[in-house]
């Protein structure tokens, strides 16, 4: 009925609006990518154009030199690997047990749960701020991780108990009647059937984790220690308005926002589904 | 089962959920209660002794530098609330319109938006303070002078700037509608549009007595959902504006945030996060109502 090939009104708004959609949410790291490969030159050049006469790669290698960007990108992804494998553990028999038991308070807990996830971690982290001064916390990437998994545990309790609720009860049961333990149950027969939940925990507890910026912020004061969001910021605070520095700061924000972008763009279609997914049943 | 059975059966479930309470009670549950606790005292964050006093809230409430904080947050909300969904929905619209007839670039568009809503806060901070700029690197700047207007100081103008933070939020949040409303307008039932088309409707009586009816629910939750999130925005105000100019764009998380490390007033900041805290418990009831998540549960 619709697609009769011949180019309409509402297919050439439909063009239009994508021509629009993409340039407004492209433009602007198109821009930054432009600028992360100018010279000085380059950037001081009026009218500014969009491709550099050179192509500057050496920017990128200023920042790998003489920043301490390489050293913040690692902890990161040190930080992230511990916090999403340590979500995991903590999350998945909690999920599997709000799936599959009944007892009392189940709803109470899963409604806090629900609140735990709305609340900014500016408000839990003023105490914690305290707790960490005399625990002698602050400035360890361990004290980052336990509140990191914590922030994630809402949502991924949420997700994967979604996940779970879909696998019929029989499989496990099945599973029981053989003499597994429910241990052996979950290990052998839930987690390998919910490994799409599973994946789609990781990705999205990668992408947080790696974006989580107000903890680091308040809890690791020592640049070598900060992760890549809080260590792009400071840098940001450092070069300041300075112009001579725009290619290089903007180095620095494409390669701290590459590996979320890069996920992204591999396992799109992946994750446009559950986000459907998730949207649908809230 | 007998009562040891069932002691023996009640232990071996809590073992499954005693990891996660505990890390939720150490460091979510605990620090809750205690910064309602502390928003009652005069602590700060050098000195270890403190009293418990009232006069936080006094002092947050006479203050009118809070008072524009707590303006300009709701400012903020509002704002995006108001732009965010309908351009969600439109993108919505689109994206859907374009997979129905098989339009060329309805996955370009969608990775696009998505891409925006996948950069961290604090890089869309430092991103639109970039192009924002008044440097020859301020594209946006570039392209107001080539309209023939005058350059606009984005971040140094009260006005601009409260503008600036929140068209960068737009264009960070809008795909998070985006994605509610697609889901959404997937679900609406094809032969609704069917029997109307058959009746003659046209296109926009579509859109006004059938998708927007059949959406409503999804747009009360986005609603809600932008609501908890723009009152929770830190990461990008921090890095765009700092809460400039002169704590023009202060929104209460960076008002909480700067009395606490800025001015040490543990007891103050605490109390403009209980603040937040008790907005948080509001939304969340509104949307636990809007879900009926109890018939949910209980299947």
Same mark, same amino acid.
């Given at each position: ?22 340039l407004?949410?492209? @433009? ?7 600028l ?10 009026y009218?500014?154009?969009?491709f550099?006469?050179?192509?500057a ?15 913040n990108?690692l902890?990161?992804? +040190? ?29 109470q ?23 960490f001064?005399?625990l002698?916390? !602050?400035?360890? &990437? &361990? ?11 809402p949502?991924t309790?949420?997700l994967? +108990? ?5 696998i019929?009860k029989?499989?496990?049961?099945a ?11 979950v ?5 390998p059937?919910a490994?799409?939940g599973?994946a789609a925990?990781v990705?999205?507890?990668t ?16 640049g ?15 070069? @300041?308005e ?6 290089l !700061? ?14 992204f763009i591999?396992l799109q ?6 986000l459907i997914? @998730?949207?649908?049943?809230? | 089962? *007998?009562?040891?059975g ?7 479930? #809590?073992?499954?959920l005693a ?5 939720l ?19 700060s964050?050098?000195e270890?002794?403190?009293?418990? *006093?009232?006069?936080s ?7 009118? =530098?809070?008072?524009?904080?707590l ?18 929905l439109?993108?919505?619209?689109? /994206?859907?319109?374009?997979r ?5 670039g ?7 938006i ?8 604090? #890089? %869309?901070g430092?991103?639109?303070? *970039? #192009?924002l ?9 570039h ?5 023939g207007?005058e ?5 140094? =103008? ?11 939020? %737009? ?13 959404g ?26 998708t ?7 747009l009360?939750?986005?609603? /809600? ?7 929770n925005?830190f =990461?990008?105000?921090? *890095? ?26 543990m007891?103050?900041g605490?109390?403009i ?7 948080? %418990?509001?939304?969340? %009831? ?8 109890? $018939?949910?549960i209980? $299947?």
């Amino acid at each position: 009925m619709h697609s009769r090939g011949r180019l309409d009104g509402t297919k050439i708004l439909i063009y239009a609006s994508y021509i629009v959609v993409v340039l407004v949410f492209w @433009g602007p790291v198109t821009w930054m990518i432009s600028l992360s490969l100018k010279t000085i030159p380059d950037i001081l050049a009026y009218p500014p154009k969009l491709f550099p006469s050179r192509l500057a790669i050496e920017n990128y290698g200023t920042i790998f030199e003489q920043s301490t960007i390489p050293r913040n990108m690692l902890n990161s992804a +040190k930080i992230t690997i511990i916090t999403v494998l340590g979500t995991l553990l903590v999350t998945v028999p909690a999920a599997y047990a709000f799936s599959r038991f009944r007892f009392k308070g189940r709803t109470q807990i899963l409604m806090a749960i629900l609140l735990f996830q709305m609340i900014s971690t500016l408000i839990i982290i003023l105490p914690l701020y305290r707790y960490f001064i005399r625990l002698n916390l !602050l400035d360890t &990437h &361990h004290g980052l991780i336990l509140i990191y998994i914590t922030v994630q545990i809402p949502f991924t309790v949420w997700l994967l +108990k979604g996940f779970f609720d879909s696998i019929p009860k029989s499989l496990d049961e099945a599973a029981r009647i053989d003499g597994a333990s429910r241990l052996q149950s979950v290990i052998r027969v839930i987690v390998p059937v919910a490994m799409p939940g599973i994946a789609a925990a990781v990705l999205f507890n990668t992408i947080n984790a790696w974006s989580q910026f107000l903890i680091p912020f308040i809890l690791i004061g020592k640049g070598r220690l900060q992760p890549i969001s809080v260590g792009v910021a400071k840098y940001a605070e450092t070069v @300041g308005e300075a112009i001579v520095t725009t290619h290089l !700061l903007a180095a620095a924000s494409l390669m701290a926002m590459l590996p979320a972008i890069a996920i992204f763009i591999v396992l799109q279609r992946f994750i446009v589904r559950i986000l459907i997914s @998730g949207a649908v049943k809230g | 089962m *007998t009562r040891i059975g069932a002691a023996k059966e009640f232990g071996s479930r #809590l073992a499954w959920l005693a990891p996660a309470i505990a890390f939720l009670a150490l460091f979510m549950v605990l620090p809750l209660f205690d910064v309602v606790r502390l928003s009652f005292t005069t602590a700060s964050i050098i000195e270890p002794e403190y009293s418990y *006093t009232l006069s936080s809230y006094a002092k947050v409430f006479g203050d009118k =530098d809070f008072l524009w904080s707590l303006s300009i947050t709701f400012i903020f909300v509002a704002a995006n609330c108001a732009l965010q969904i309908p351009l969600g929905l439109l993108i919505a619209l689109a /994206v859907h319109a374009g997979r129905d007839r098989n339009v060329y670039g309805s996955i370009l568009a969608r990775t696009a938006i998505l891409t925006a809503w996948i950069i961290p806060g604090v #890089l %869309v901070g430092i991103l639109w303070k *970039t #192009l924002l700029s008044s440097a020859s690197s301020g594209i946006i700047n570039h392209f107001i002078q080539s309209l023939g207007m005058e350059r606009i100081p984005f971040l140094l =103008d009260p006005l601009y700037a409260v503008i600036s933070i929140i068209g960068a939020n %737009v264009w960070g949040g809008a795909a998070f509608c985006m994605i509610l409303q697609y889901a959404g307008l997937q679900r609406i039932p094809a032969e609704l549009y069917e029997v109307s088309r058959v009746d003659g409707a046209r296109a926009w009586q579509q859109f006004l007595h059938i998708t927007l009816p059949q959406l409503k629910p999804i747009l009360f939750i986005n609603l /809600v959902l932008i609501t908890i999130s723009s009152f929770n925005t830190f =990461d990008m105000i921090a *890095t765009l504006t700092s809460g400039g100019p002169a704590g023009t764009t202060e929104v209460l998380t960076l008002a909480a945030y700067i009395q606490v490390f800025t001015y040490w007033n543990m007891g103050r900041g605490s109390a403009i996060a209980v603040l937040l805290l008790t907005i948080t %418990v509001v939304m969340t %009831v509104v949307y636990y109502k809007l879900f009926q998540l109890d $018939e949910d549960i209980a $299947e």
